[in-house]
């Protein structure tokens, strides 16, 4: 089955201490995206890529890092530096980006809580 | 620059009850609409889009939305909800000149009482 797998589903880390969240792709999407749910607020992108080997700043980048080493990878890190880290994390993917009518794909999620 | 507005933060209904849940957006180009659902702790998936052509568009489990140009809006409607319709629900835009973001409303959280 193709999709978009995250892991894990729930982190927990201590104050300081920078994490990785994992997001794999099997669906040949050249896109893909991370997102930061809270309550209320909806979805904000935090970093996207369009091809491997490059990425863009979202509008909530600050404290966050990324990398797109290979198509199916987009490992997403949460820096000591992002204020307040505890969120829901969504990864995405699309076929293209750059045209708009490509809809996204979402992963499960991983719920990050710091501590 | 785009905006999407989704009126409504929740929207309590009684099983098999007709629902809307209302969108409006913000675009200075023509633009590419979508409405998402997300289970609880769960990712999006696509209800569906509206990319050109007829505004009355169908998606899964029974839910439409019409594209209304004029009133700049989009909403998604149901003739008769069931218990596990209960979610929450994004509106979404994307313009078609070239830039890649989606931008996505708050969400409304829709609850189906028995």
């Known amino acids: 089955d193709g999709g978009i797998t995250q892991s894990p589903k729930y982190l927990f880390r201590k104050e300081g201490q920078n994490v990785t969240l994992s997001c794999e792709q099997n669906l040949n999407h050249d896109a893909m995206y991370w997102y930061r749910q809270d309550p209320g607020q909806g979805l904000r992108l935090i970093y996207y890529s369009q091809i491997v080997n490059d990425f863009q700043k979202g509008d909530i980048a600050e404290g966050y890092s990324v990398s797109r080493e290979k198509k199916e990878s987009f490992p997403l890190t949460v820096t000591s530096a992002q204020k307040n880290p505890t969120a829901f994390y969504l990864c995405?993917?699309?076929?293209?980006?750059?045209?708009?009518?490509?809809?996204?794909?979402f992963g499960p999620g991983t719920r990050l809580t710091v501590t | 620059a785009q905006s999407v507005t989704q009126l409504d933060s929740q929207v309590p209904v009684f099983e098999e009850a007709p629902v809307e849940l209302r969108c409006n957006y913000s675009s200075s180009v023509s633009v590419y609409l979508f409405w998402y659902v997300q289970y609880p702790n769960q990712g999006l998936q696509l209800l569906l889009k509206y990319l050109s052509g007829s505004t009355l568009v169908k998606g899964i489990n029974g839910f439409e939305a019409e594209f209304n140009k004029s009133q700049t809006s989009f909403h998604l409607r149901k003739p008769s909800v069931h218990i596990s319709d209960t979610a929450e629900y994004f509106c979404?835009?994307?313009?078609?000149?070239?830039?890649?973001?989606?931008?996505f409303g708050a969400g409304t959280r829709l609850f189906v009482k028995a």
């Open positions: 995405a993917s699309s076929i293209v980006a750059g045209t708009g009518e490509y809809e996204q794909y």
């Open positions: 979404a835009v994307s313009g078609n000149t070239g830039g890649f973001k989606t931008i």
